[in-house]
């Protein structure tokens, strides 16, 4: 079956808008009853196309820039409300799940996301972009990377985990691309495998691009090697180990120059900026495993009421349940019929192709 994934925003007026692929480096596409589900937490932020999230990029960030505390509201109000949203989310009955209890866990989840963004990430966000903004009005428009540099967090928990999969994959390139029984548990293969017990110890939940419908890597060892292998096919100057050598480096240089210049006036409110700035990488590092344990846990309640669904014919296997709409799944849940086995398949293959497809990093706008 061969099918073309269309990348036009689905209505006229979104297009007055520039809209930014969320997840860039990582983007991913979501079946049905996700992408929805994603979209509605978001709201008037985000829009779906070709199964694709994509963010407003043209609003203003909100909140009073350089207001401190966005670490604080943090860890003491958000990441426990995140916790016990993964938890309520692992305690759903599949059988007594209806619509509105459906509809009250994604408003509980939608003012969780909503909190986050306007009380954390946007004032974060909207310091870190008026620092950028101030470093290269100074130092020039060519140093915004260096500017970045004094911002992120280095090492971040996406960087720790990029770095043991390019271990394993260099491994696994030293070795024709095969780690078997032929070399013996000796060599390669066990090295290999003390990784792998690494990386699954300490990133048991990542997922692609916050994927619902994918196992992580606690669940399916698949899937680190899908991983491995796209980093063995890369050239050794793509390390991500020797990526963050030289943002250190680029780093420590900027901090140098900073302190250089330290007695210009607009030198010294740079300064004064930079740890407020700096919040906003503290914090996505900070709710990066939250997330992904929320993610866990959505995706084990998804797959509890397919297989529920299973048991009352609406649908073939547990994972169709992510090929639902929501209010398809409303209706099965109430005793309905599902849409079908052809529809399923249709929207599987739909879905595959989006998958091939290479989404526009931008949309809208003028």
Do not use: K
């Given at each position: 079956?061969?099918?073309?994934?269309?990348?036009?925003?689905?209505?006229?007026?979104?297009?007055?808008?520039?809209?930014?692929l969320a997840?860039?480096?990582?983007?991913?596409?979501?079946p049905?009853?996700i992408?929805e589900?994603?979209?509605?937490l978001l709201?008037?932020?985000?829009v779906?196309?070709?199964?694709?999230?994509?963010?407003?990029?043209?609003?203003?960030?909100?909140?009073?820039?350089g207001?401190p505390g966005?670490?604080?509201?943090?860890?003491?109000e958000?990441l426990?409300?995140?916790?016990?949203?993964?938890?309520?989310?692992?305690?759903?009955?599949?059988a007594?799940?209806?619509?509105?209890a459906?509809?009250?866990?994604?408003?509980?989840?939608?003012?969780?996301?909503?909190?986050?963004?306007?009380?954390v990430l946007?004032?974060?966000r909207?310091?870190?972009d008026?620092?950028v903004a101030g470093?290269?009005?100074?130092?020039?428009?060519?140093?915004?990377s260096?500017?970045?540099?004094?911002?992120?967090?280095?090492?971040?928990r996406?960087?720790?985990r990029?770095a043991?999969v390019?271990?394993?994959?260099?491994?696994?390139?030293s070795?024709?691309?095969?780690l078997?029984?032929?070399?013996g548990?000796?060599?390669?293969?066990?090295e290999?495998?003390q990784?792998?017990?690494?990386?699954q110890?300490?990133f048991?939940?990542?997922?692609?691009?916050?994927?619902q419908?994918v196992?992580?890597?606690?669940e399916?060892?698949?899937?680190?090697?899908?991983?491995?292998?796209?980093?063995?096919?890369?050239?050794?100057?793509?390390?991500?180990?020797q990526?963050?050598?030289?943002?250190r480096a680029?780093r420590?240089?900027?901090q140098?120059?900073?302190?250089?210049?330290?007695t210009?006036?607009?030198?010294?409110?740079?300064m004064a900026?930079?740890?407020?700035?700096?919040?906003?990488?503290l914090a996505?590092?900070a709710l990066?495993?939250?997330t992904?344990?929320?993610i866990?846990?959505a995706?084990?309640?998804?797959?509890g009421?397919?297989?529920?669904?299973?048991?009352?014919?609406?649908?073939?296997?547990?994972a169709?349940?992510f090929?639902l709409h929501?209010?398809e799944?409303v209706t099965?849940?109430?005793g309905?019929?599902?849409?079908?086995?052809?529809s399923i398949?249709e929207?599987?293959?739909a879905h595959?192709?989006?998958?091939?497809?290479?989404?526009?990093?931008t949309l809208g706008?003028?």
């Amino acid at each position: 079956m061969s099918t073309e994934v269309s990348f036009e925003l689905p209505e006229a007026a979104l297009a007055a808008h520039r809209w930014r692929l969320a997840c860039e480096g990582d983007a991913q596409p979501h079946p049905p009853l996700i992408a929805e589900l994603y979209a509605d937490l978001l709201g008037e932020h985000a829009v779906v196309v070709g199964g694709y999230l994509y963010e407003r990029a043209d609003t203003p960030a909100n909140g009073e820039h350089g207001a401190p505390g966005a670490l604080d509201r943090l860890h003491n109000e958000w990441l426990p409300r995140v916790e016990e949203l993964a938890s309520a989310l692992g305690e759903v009955d599949p059988a007594a799940l209806d619509g509105d209890a459906l509809t009250a866990l994604i408003e509980r989840w939608r003012e969780v996301a909503a909190g986050l963004r306007d009380d954390v990430l946007d004032p974060a966000r909207g310091t870190a972009d008026a620092f950028v903004a101030g470093f290269v009005a100074r130092f020039g428009d060519d140093r915004r990377s260096a500017a970045r540099s004094l911002i992120d967090a280095i090492p971040s928990r996406a960087s720790r985990r990029a770095a043991v999969v390019w271990e394993m994959s260099r491994l696994l390139r030293s070795q024709g691309s095969r780690l078997s029984a032929t070399f013996g548990p000796t060599g390669g293969q066990r090295e290999y495998m003390q990784l792998r017990q690494r990386a699954q110890r300490d990133f048991p939940h990542a997922v692609p691009g916050y994927r619902q419908d994918v196992p992580s890597w606690s669940e399916d060892h698949a899937m680190v090697t899908s991983a491995v292998r796209q980093a063995a096919a890369m050239p050794d100057a793509a390390s991500p180990i020797q990526a963050e050598q030289r943002r250190r480096a680029e780093r420590n240089a900027a901090q140098a120059e900073l302190a250089a210049s330290a007695t210009e006036p607009r030198v010294a409110a740079l300064m004064a900026q930079l740890p407020g700035a700096q919040e906003h990488a503290l914090a996505l590092d900070a709710l990066a495993e939250p997330t992904v344990r929320l993610i866990a846990a959505a995706r084990a309640m998804w797959l509890g009421v397919g297989a529920w669904l299973v048991a009352g014919g609406a649908v073939a296997e547990p994972a169709d349940v992510f090929y639902l709409h929501r209010g398809e799944l409303v209706t099965a849940l109430h005793g309905g019929d599902g849409p079908g086995s052809g529809s399923i398949r249709e929207r599987r293959a739909a879905h595959a192709a989006s998958e091939e497809a290479t989404p526009p990093a931008t949309l809208g706008g003028a």
